[in-house]
Protein backbone atom coordinates (compact mmCIF):
# COMPACT_ATOMS: atom_id res chain seq x y z
CA UNK A 1 0.00 0.00 0.00
CA UNK A 2 1.43 3.57 -0.98
CA UNK A 3 1.01 6.83 1.29
CA UNK A 4 -2.47 6.15 2.11
CA UNK A 5 -5.00 3.77 3.20
CA UNK A 6 -8.60 3.97 1.72
CA UNK A 7 -11.23 1.91 3.33
CA UNK A 8 -14.50 1.27 1.58
CA UNK A 9 -16.44 4.72 1.92
CA UNK A 10 -13.29 5.92 -0.19
CA UNK A 11 -12.43 7.85 3.38
CA UNK A 12 -8.57 8.30 3.08
CA UNK A 13 -6.89 7.35 6.48
CA UNK A 14 -3.52 9.46 6.18
CA UNK A 15 -0.72 7.99 6.86
CA UNK A 16 1.64 11.30 6.43
CA UNK A 17 0.93 13.73 9.75
CA UNK A 18 -1.75 15.61 9.39
CA UNK A 19 -0.94 19.18 8.16
CA UNK A 20 -4.58 21.01 6.54
CA UNK A 21 -4.62 24.51 5.14
CA UNK A 22 -8.35 25.46 4.44
CA UNK A 23 -9.91 28.66 2.90
CA UNK A 24 -13.15 28.79 1.22
CA UNK A 25 -13.79 32.36 1.53
CA UNK A 26 -16.64 32.46 -1.20
CA UNK A 27 -20.43 32.98 -0.18
CA UNK A 28 -22.90 30.83 -1.83
CA UNK A 29 -25.92 31.41 -2.64
CA UNK A 30 -28.19 29.19 -4.44
CA UNK A 31 -31.45 28.50 -5.81
CA UNK A 32 -34.12 29.70 -8.34
CA UNK A 33 -34.30 33.46 -8.86
CA UNK A 34 -31.06 34.01 -6.20
CA UNK A 35 -29.53 37.17 -7.88
CA UNK A 36 -32.89 38.68 -7.35
CA UNK A 37 -33.68 37.45 -4.02
CA UNK A 38 -30.11 39.03 -2.87
CA UNK A 39 -29.97 41.92 -4.39
CA UNK A 40 -29.51 43.53 -1.81
CA UNK A 41 -26.44 42.43 -1.15
CA UNK A 42 -24.90 43.92 -3.95
CA UNK A 43 -24.52 47.39 -2.52
CA UNK A 44 -21.83 46.08 -0.06
CA UNK A 45 -19.20 46.00 -3.27
CA UNK A 46 -19.66 50.00 -4.63
CA UNK A 47 -21.19 52.14 -6.74
CA UNK A 48 -20.60 50.69 -9.96
CA UNK A 49 -19.98 47.19 -11.17
CA UNK A 50 -18.42 45.85 -14.92
CA UNK A 51 -20.40 43.08 -15.98
CA UNK A 52 -18.05 40.48 -17.46
CA UNK A 53 -19.12 38.23 -19.95
CA UNK A 54 -19.33 36.49 -23.15
CA UNK A 55 -21.08 37.05 -26.23
CA UNK A 56 -24.68 35.42 -26.46
CA UNK A 57 -25.15 33.08 -23.17
CA UNK A 58 -25.18 35.52 -20.57
CA UNK A 59 -28.30 37.07 -22.29
CA UNK A 60 -29.86 33.96 -24.13
CA UNK A 61 -29.29 32.08 -20.49
CA UNK A 62 -31.67 35.32 -18.94
CA UNK A 63 -28.57 35.69 -16.37
CA UNK A 64 -27.80 39.17 -17.71
CA UNK A 65 -31.55 40.53 -17.34
CA UNK A 66 -30.92 39.64 -13.57
CA UNK A 67 -27.96 40.83 -12.74
CA UNK A 68 -29.01 44.35 -14.42
CA UNK A 69 -32.20 44.03 -12.43
CA UNK A 70 -30.29 43.46 -9.59
CA UNK A 71 -28.11 46.44 -9.74
CA UNK A 72 -30.80 48.83 -10.86
CA UNK A 73 -32.97 48.19 -8.10
CA UNK A 74 -30.16 49.13 -5.70
CA UNK A 75 -29.42 52.12 -8.32
CA UNK A 76 -25.80 50.97 -9.28
CA UNK A 77 -24.41 51.73 -12.13
CA UNK A 78 -23.11 48.96 -14.55
CA UNK A 79 -20.60 48.86 -17.27
CA UNK A 80 -20.52 46.07 -19.90
CA UNK A 81 -17.49 43.97 -21.44
CA UNK A 82 -19.61 41.24 -23.88
CA UNK A 83 -15.98 40.24 -25.68
CA UNK A 84 -14.58 37.54 -23.89
CA UNK A 85 -14.10 34.57 -26.28
CA UNK A 86 -13.92 31.11 -24.74
CA UNK A 87 -10.53 29.61 -23.24
CA UNK A 88 -9.64 33.69 -23.04
CA UNK A 89 -6.72 35.41 -23.50
CA UNK A 90 -4.25 37.59 -21.86
CA UNK A 91 -5.08 40.21 -25.16
CA UNK A 92 -8.79 39.98 -23.92
CA UNK A 93 -8.86 40.47 -20.15
CA UNK A 94 -5.96 43.55 -20.90
CA UNK A 95 -8.25 45.25 -23.18
CA UNK A 96 -11.07 44.39 -20.52
CA UNK A 97 -9.48 46.30 -17.73
CA UNK A 98 -8.48 49.54 -19.66
CA UNK A 99 -11.95 50.02 -19.90
CA UNK A 100 -13.09 49.34 -16.20
CA UNK A 101 -10.46 51.53 -15.05
CA UNK A 102 -11.44 54.63 -17.53
CA UNK A 103 -15.04 53.87 -16.38
CA UNK A 104 -13.80 53.60 -12.59
CA UNK A 105 -15.58 50.54 -11.86
CA UNK A 106 -15.47 49.19 -7.83
CA UNK A 107 -16.41 45.45 -8.72
CA UNK A 108 -16.61 42.88 -11.12
CA UNK A 109 -19.14 40.57 -11.67
CA UNK A 110 -18.81 37.44 -14.54
CA UNK A 111 -21.32 35.63 -16.20
CA UNK A 112 -20.78 32.67 -18.34
CA UNK A 113 -19.02 29.78 -17.94
CA UNK A 114 -15.61 28.80 -16.90
CA UNK A 115 -14.28 31.63 -19.57
CA UNK A 116 -15.54 34.77 -18.64
CA UNK A 117 -15.91 34.03 -14.78
CA UNK A 118 -11.91 33.54 -14.85
CA UNK A 119 -11.74 36.34 -17.14
CA UNK A 120 -13.47 38.63 -14.66
CA UNK A 121 -11.35 37.85 -12.52
CA UNK A 122 -7.93 38.25 -13.57
CA UNK A 123 -9.95 41.83 -15.16
CA UNK A 124 -9.89 42.12 -11.52
CA UNK A 125 -6.64 42.21 -10.27
CA UNK A 126 -5.53 44.09 -13.22
CA UNK A 127 -8.07 46.93 -12.58
CA UNK A 128 -5.71 47.72 -9.34
CA UNK A 129 -2.12 46.71 -10.58
CA UNK A 130 -0.37 46.70 -13.42
CA UNK A 131 1.11 43.30 -14.00
CA UNK A 132 3.43 42.18 -17.04
CA UNK A 133 2.63 38.96 -18.79
CA UNK A 134 5.06 37.33 -16.45
CA UNK A 135 4.16 38.59 -13.44
CA UNK A 136 0.45 37.88 -14.23
CA UNK A 137 0.88 34.13 -13.07
CA UNK A 138 3.29 34.79 -10.24
CA UNK A 139 -0.04 34.62 -7.71
CA UNK A 140 0.54 37.67 -5.69
CA UNK A 141 -1.21 41.28 -6.42
CA UNK A 142 0.54 44.14 -4.25
CA UNK A 143 -2.60 46.44 -4.37
CA UNK A 144 -6.08 45.00 -3.09
CA UNK A 145 -8.02 42.96 -5.94
CA UNK A 146 -11.79 44.73 -6.53
CA UNK A 147 -14.61 42.22 -5.12
CA UNK A 148 -15.64 39.36 -7.74
CA UNK A 149 -18.85 38.12 -8.02
CA UNK A 150 -19.92 35.09 -10.39
CA UNK A 151 -22.79 33.57 -11.79
CA UNK A 152 -22.27 30.60 -13.21
CA UNK A 153 -24.12 29.29 -16.73
CA UNK A 154 -22.66 26.08 -17.19
CA UNK A 155 -22.12 23.33 -14.67
CA UNK A 156 -18.87 22.82 -14.81
CA UNK A 157 -15.56 24.35 -13.96
CA UNK A 158 -16.67 25.43 -10.87
CA UNK A 159 -14.58 28.17 -11.24
CA UNK A 160 -17.68 30.70 -9.23
CA UNK A 161 -15.96 28.62 -5.79
CA UNK A 162 -12.44 28.70 -7.53
CA UNK A 163 -9.25 30.88 -6.74
CA UNK A 164 -8.04 30.30 -10.22
CA UNK A 165 -8.41 32.14 -13.59
CA UNK A 166 -6.89 29.70 -16.82
CA UNK A 167 -5.59 32.22 -19.50
CA UNK A 168 -4.77 31.50 -23.05
CA UNK A 169 -1.10 32.97 -23.38
CA UNK A 170 -0.44 33.07 -27.40
CA UNK A 171 3.23 34.20 -26.94
CA UNK A 172 3.91 30.77 -25.26
CA UNK A 173 0.98 28.51 -27.09
CA UNK A 174 0.16 27.40 -23.61
CA UNK A 175 -2.44 27.76 -21.45
CA UNK A 176 -1.50 29.47 -17.78
CA UNK A 177 -2.97 29.42 -14.26
CA UNK A 178 -3.46 32.64 -12.59
CA UNK A 179 -3.82 31.98 -8.81
CA UNK A 180 -4.06 33.63 -5.04
CA UNK A 181 -6.61 33.75 -2.94
CA UNK A 182 -7.43 37.25 -3.81
CA UNK A 183 -9.21 35.86 -6.90
CA UNK A 184 -11.79 33.58 -4.78
CA UNK A 185 -15.26 35.25 -5.59
CA UNK A 186 -17.00 36.72 -2.84
CA UNK A 187 -20.16 35.76 -3.71
CA UNK A 188 -21.86 32.61 -6.35
CA UNK A 189 -24.96 33.07 -7.42
CA UNK A 190 -26.13 29.19 -8.75
CA UNK A 191 -28.93 29.49 -10.31
CA UNK A 192 -29.83 26.47 -12.34
CA UNK A 193 -32.40 27.88 -14.73
CA UNK A 194 -29.93 29.63 -16.45
CA UNK A 195 -28.74 26.46 -18.24
CA UNK A 196 -31.65 25.32 -19.85
CA UNK A 197 -30.18 27.35 -22.60
CA UNK A 198 -26.97 25.07 -23.01
CA UNK A 199 -26.94 22.81 -26.20
CA UNK A 200 -26.01 19.38 -25.64
CA UNK A 201 -22.67 19.39 -26.25
CA UNK A 202 -21.96 22.21 -23.67
CA UNK A 203 -23.78 20.18 -20.87
CA UNK A 204 -21.96 17.02 -21.30
CA UNK A 205 -18.42 18.44 -22.10
CA UNK A 206 -18.66 20.82 -19.02
CA UNK A 207 -20.11 17.82 -16.48
CA UNK A 208 -17.27 15.87 -17.87
CA UNK A 209 -15.38 18.75 -16.72
CA UNK A 210 -16.59 18.67 -13.09
CA UNK A 211 -15.85 15.22 -12.86
CA UNK A 212 -12.60 15.61 -13.58
CA UNK A 213 -12.01 18.07 -11.17
CA UNK A 214 -13.73 15.81 -8.56
CA UNK A 215 -11.88 13.02 -9.55
CA UNK A 216 -8.01 14.67 -10.10
CA UNK A 217 -9.18 16.00 -6.42
CA UNK A 218 -9.62 13.13 -5.10
CA UNK A 219 -6.15 11.40 -6.32
CA UNK A 220 -4.64 14.57 -5.60
CA UNK A 221 -1.24 14.65 -3.92
CA UNK A 222 -2.25 18.37 -2.30
CA UNK A 223 -5.60 16.26 -1.11
CA UNK A 224 -6.33 16.04 2.41
CA UNK A 225 -9.42 15.07 5.08
CA UNK A 226 -11.03 18.47 4.29
CA UNK A 227 -11.04 18.44 0.80
CA UNK A 228 -11.78 14.93 0.62
CA UNK A 229 -16.00 14.73 1.20
CA UNK A 230 -16.07 17.30 -1.56
CA UNK A 231 -13.97 15.17 -3.63
CA UNK A 232 -16.61 12.56 -3.03
CA UNK A 233 -19.91 14.09 -3.19
CA UNK A 234 -18.36 15.53 -6.26
CA UNK A 235 -17.51 12.06 -8.20
CA UNK A 236 -20.86 10.94 -6.88
CA UNK A 237 -23.37 13.98 -8.09
CA UNK A 238 -21.14 14.49 -11.12
CA UNK A 239 -21.62 10.43 -12.62
CA UNK A 240 -24.84 10.32 -11.25
CA UNK A 241 -25.58 13.18 -13.70
CA UNK A 242 -23.42 11.85 -16.56
CA UNK A 243 -25.56 8.59 -16.60
CA UNK A 244 -29.13 10.20 -16.17
CA UNK A 245 -27.94 12.79 -18.95
CA UNK A 246 -26.52 9.65 -21.19
CA UNK A 247 -29.67 7.85 -21.08
CA UNK A 248 -31.78 10.96 -22.03
CA UNK A 249 -29.24 11.55 -24.76
CA UNK A 250 -29.83 8.03 -26.41
CA UNK A 251 -33.72 8.85 -26.41
CA UNK A 252 -33.20 11.73 -28.31
CA UNK A 253 -34.10 14.11 -25.72
CA UNK A 254 -33.71 17.60 -26.80
CA UNK A 255 -31.67 19.52 -24.67
CA UNK A 256 -34.15 22.03 -23.15
CA UNK A 257 -35.85 19.25 -21.99
CA UNK A 258 -33.28 17.56 -19.83
CA UNK A 259 -34.98 17.93 -16.17
CA UNK A 260 -34.28 21.02 -14.14
CA UNK A 261 -33.67 18.87 -11.27
CA UNK A 262 -30.82 17.08 -13.12
CA UNK A 263 -29.26 20.59 -14.18
CA UNK A 264 -29.15 21.62 -10.23
CA UNK A 265 -27.69 18.35 -9.77
CA UNK A 266 -25.24 18.84 -11.87
CA UNK A 267 -24.66 22.65 -11.11
CA UNK A 268 -24.23 21.72 -7.20
CA UNK A 269 -21.61 18.66 -8.02
CA UNK A 270 -20.01 20.98 -10.45
CA UNK A 271 -19.52 23.30 -7.33
CA UNK A 272 -18.22 20.56 -5.27
CA UNK A 273 -15.69 19.93 -8.26
CA UNK A 274 -14.92 23.54 -7.65
CA UNK A 275 -14.13 23.61 -3.91
CA UNK A 276 -12.48 20.41 -4.19
CA UNK A 277 -9.47 22.13 -6.59
CA UNK A 278 -9.94 24.86 -5.05
CA UNK A 279 -7.68 22.73 -2.12
CA UNK A 280 -6.16 20.57 -4.01
CA UNK A 281 -5.22 21.84 -7.29
CA UNK A 282 -5.68 19.76 -11.03
CA UNK A 283 -3.46 16.90 -11.78
CA UNK A 284 -1.57 16.53 -14.69
CA UNK A 285 -4.39 15.22 -17.00
CA UNK A 286 -5.42 19.11 -17.10
CA UNK A 287 -2.00 19.71 -18.11
CA UNK A 288 -2.33 17.38 -20.91
CA UNK A 289 -6.01 18.57 -21.80
CA UNK A 290 -4.84 22.49 -22.44
CA UNK A 291 -2.72 20.45 -25.00
CA UNK A 292 -5.56 19.26 -27.44
CA UNK A 293 -6.88 22.75 -26.40
CA UNK A 294 -4.52 24.70 -27.61
CA UNK A 295 -3.43 23.08 -30.70
CA UNK A 296 -6.76 21.28 -31.84
CA UNK A 297 -9.31 23.99 -30.34
CA UNK A 298 -11.03 20.75 -28.39
CA UNK A 299 -13.15 22.05 -25.46
CA UNK A 300 -11.81 21.92 -22.12
CA UNK A 301 -14.13 19.84 -20.47
CA UNK A 302 -14.03 17.29 -23.66
CA UNK A 303 -10.14 17.51 -23.69
CA UNK A 304 -9.97 15.86 -20.07
CA UNK A 305 -12.43 13.02 -21.14
CA UNK A 306 -10.91 11.95 -23.99
CA UNK A 307 -7.63 12.29 -22.09
CA UNK A 308 -9.26 10.40 -18.65
CA UNK A 309 -9.18 6.21 -20.04
CA UNK A 310 -5.81 6.44 -20.51
CA UNK A 311 -4.78 8.51 -17.40
CA UNK A 312 -6.71 6.21 -15.51
CA UNK A 313 -5.34 3.03 -16.80
CA UNK A 314 -1.52 5.24 -16.34
CA UNK A 315 -2.50 5.02 -12.56
CA UNK A 316 -3.86 1.51 -12.43
CA UNK A 317 -0.62 0.12 -13.51
CA UNK A 318 0.95 2.66 -10.80
CA UNK A 319 -1.09 2.55 -7.51
CA UNK A 320 -3.64 -0.56 -8.50
CA UNK A 321 -4.83 -0.52 -5.03
CA UNK A 322 -6.24 3.08 -4.96
CA UNK A 323 -7.37 2.79 -8.36
CA UNK A 324 -9.53 0.33 -6.91
CA UNK A 325 -11.13 2.19 -4.48
CA UNK A 326 -12.01 4.78 -7.25
CA UNK A 327 -13.78 1.68 -9.21
CA UNK A 328 -15.87 1.35 -6.38
CA UNK A 329 -16.82 5.14 -6.24
CA UNK A 330 -17.38 5.21 -10.19
CA UNK A 331 -19.96 2.16 -9.43
CA UNK A 332 -19.31 0.16 -12.39
CA UNK A 333 -17.91 -3.38 -12.81
CA UNK A 334 -14.55 -1.37 -13.26
CA UNK A 335 -12.24 1.24 -15.02
CA UNK A 336 -12.68 -0.40 -18.42
CA UNK A 337 -16.57 -0.06 -17.93
CA UNK A 338 -16.36 3.76 -16.88
CA UNK A 339 -13.46 4.58 -20.11
CA UNK A 340 -16.20 2.97 -22.39
CA UNK A 341 -19.26 4.65 -20.67
CA UNK A 342 -17.12 8.05 -21.10
CA UNK A 343 -15.79 7.34 -24.44
CA UNK A 344 -19.63 6.16 -25.82
CA UNK A 345 -20.73 10.18 -25.07
CA UNK A 346 -17.66 11.78 -27.74
CA UNK A 347 -17.17 11.17 -31.17
CA UNK A 348 -13.87 11.00 -31.29
CA UNK A 349 -12.34 8.36 -33.92
CA UNK A 350 -9.09 9.62 -34.56
CA UNK A 351 -5.43 8.87 -33.36
CA UNK A 352 -2.89 11.25 -32.85
CA UNK A 353 0.47 11.34 -34.86
CA UNK A 354 3.31 9.90 -32.40
CA UNK A 355 5.65 13.14 -33.35
CA UNK A 356 2.21 15.27 -32.01
CA UNK A 357 2.22 13.28 -28.75
CA UNK A 358 5.69 13.54 -28.39
CA UNK A 359 5.46 17.38 -28.71
CA UNK A 360 2.30 17.77 -26.66
CA UNK A 361 4.57 15.38 -23.72
CA UNK A 362 7.06 17.91 -23.62
CA UNK A 363 4.38 20.93 -23.36
CA UNK A 364 1.99 18.82 -20.31
CA UNK A 365 5.95 17.55 -18.24
CA UNK A 366 6.42 21.32 -17.73
CA UNK A 367 3.19 22.18 -16.18
CA UNK A 368 3.54 22.86 -11.83
CA UNK A 369 0.50 20.20 -11.75
CA UNK A 370 2.73 17.46 -12.70
CA UNK A 371 3.82 17.17 -9.21
CA UNK A 372 0.50 17.06 -8.13
CA UNK A 373 -0.47 13.83 -9.50
CA UNK A 374 -0.04 10.73 -7.19
CA UNK A 375 2.66 9.05 -9.02
CA UNK A 376 5.91 9.77 -10.56
CA UNK A 377 5.16 10.77 -14.04
CA UNK A 378 7.67 11.26 -17.15
CA UNK A 379 7.32 12.81 -20.31
CA UNK A 380 7.30 8.98 -21.94
CA UNK A 381 4.33 8.14 -19.79
CA UNK A 382 2.30 11.37 -21.07
CA UNK A 383 3.36 10.35 -24.71
CA UNK A 384 2.18 6.69 -24.24
CA UNK A 385 -1.15 8.88 -22.62
CA UNK A 386 -1.76 11.05 -25.26
CA UNK A 387 -0.85 7.87 -28.01
CA UNK A 388 -3.78 5.45 -26.45
CA UNK A 389 -6.20 9.00 -26.70
CA UNK A 390 -8.69 9.07 -29.54
CA UNK A 391 -9.88 12.65 -30.51
CA UNK A 392 -12.47 14.41 -32.44
CA UNK A 393 -11.73 14.80 -36.73
CA UNK A 394 -10.09 17.91 -37.22
CA UNK A 395 -12.41 19.99 -39.34
CA UNK A 396 -10.01 21.67 -42.15
CA UNK A 397 -11.43 25.53 -42.79
CA UNK A 398 -10.28 26.71 -45.73
P1 LIG B 1 -17.00 28.51 -21.79
O1 LIG B 1 -15.80 28.66 -22.63
O2 LIG B 1 -17.20 29.49 -20.70
O3 LIG B 1 -18.31 28.47 -22.69
C1 LIG B 1 -18.41 27.56 -23.76
C2 LIG B 1 -19.58 27.91 -24.67
O4 LIG B 1 -20.80 27.71 -23.99
C3 LIG B 1 -19.57 29.35 -25.14
O5 LIG B 1 -19.92 29.34 -26.50
C4 LIG B 1 -20.68 29.98 -24.32
O6 LIG B 1 -21.32 31.06 -25.00
C5 LIG B 1 -21.64 28.83 -24.17
N1 LIG B 1 -22.53 28.93 -23.02
C6 LIG B 1 -22.20 29.16 -21.72
N2 LIG B 1 -23.30 29.13 -20.95
C7 LIG B 1 -24.36 28.92 -21.75
C8 LIG B 1 -25.76 28.82 -21.54
N3 LIG B 1 -26.30 28.87 -20.32
N4 LIG B 1 -26.55 28.62 -22.63
C9 LIG B 1 -26.02 28.52 -23.88
N5 LIG B 1 -24.71 28.60 -24.14
C10 LIG B 1 -23.88 28.78 -23.08
O7 LIG B 1 -16.98 26.98 -21.22
P2 LIG B 1 -16.62 26.35 -19.82
O8 LIG B 1 -16.34 24.94 -20.10
O9 LIG B 1 -17.63 26.69 -18.80
O10 LIG B 1 -15.27 27.08 -19.40
C11 LIG B 1 -14.03 26.67 -19.94
C12 LIG B 1 -12.93 27.58 -19.42
O11 LIG B 1 -12.85 27.50 -17.99
C13 LIG B 1 -11.58 27.14 -19.95
O12 LIG B 1 -10.80 28.27 -20.28
C14 LIG B 1 -10.98 26.39 -18.78
O13 LIG B 1 -9.57 26.36 -18.80
C15 LIG B 1 -11.52 27.18 -17.61
N6 LIG B 1 -11.55 26.46 -16.33
C16 LIG B 1 -11.38 27.17 -15.19
C17 LIG B 1 -11.37 26.56 -13.96
C18 LIG B 1 -11.18 27.37 -12.72
O14 LIG B 1 -11.05 26.81 -11.63
N7 LIG B 1 -11.15 28.67 -12.79
C19 LIG B 1 -11.56 25.17 -13.86
C20 LIG B 1 -11.73 24.46 -15.05
C21 LIG B 1 -11.75 25.11 -16.26
P3 LIG B 1 -20.84 32.61 -24.81
O15 LIG B 1 -19.47 32.71 -25.37
O16 LIG B 1 -21.85 33.38 -25.56
O17 LIG B 1 -20.84 32.90 -23.33
FE1 LIG C 1 -11.23 22.15 -15.67
Known sequence: M??????????????????????????????????????????????RAFIVTGSQSARTSGALR?????????????????????????????????????????????????????AAKAIAALLTNNLDDHSLFAGSYPVAVPPILCVPTTAGTGSEVTPYAIL???ASGTKRNMGGVELFPRLAFLDASYMKSLPWTVTINTAVDALSH????????????LSEPFALTGIREMVHALNELAVLKTRGTAAQEIPFDLRERALHGSMFGGMTIA?????????????????????????NGLLMPGYLRFLSRRMPDRMKQLEALLGLEGLDDFSQFLLSLFDAPESLPL?????????????????????????????????ETRVPKQVVSH
Not at 13 to 18: G, L, V
Not at 214 to 225: I, K, P, Y
Not at 363 to 386: C, K, M
Open 279 to 303: QTGTTVLHAMGYCLTMDRNIDHGLA
Open 168 to 170: TDH
Open 2 to 47: GMYDVDTTGIREEKKPMSISYHMPTRVLSGVGCVMSHAALLQEYGK
Open 355 to 387: HTCEAYADTAIQARNVANTPVPVAREDLAQIFC
Open 66 to 118: DVIGALEENDLSWVLFDKVEANPSIETVREASVLGRENGVDFVMGIGGGSPMD
Open 214 to 225: ALEGWLAVRGNA
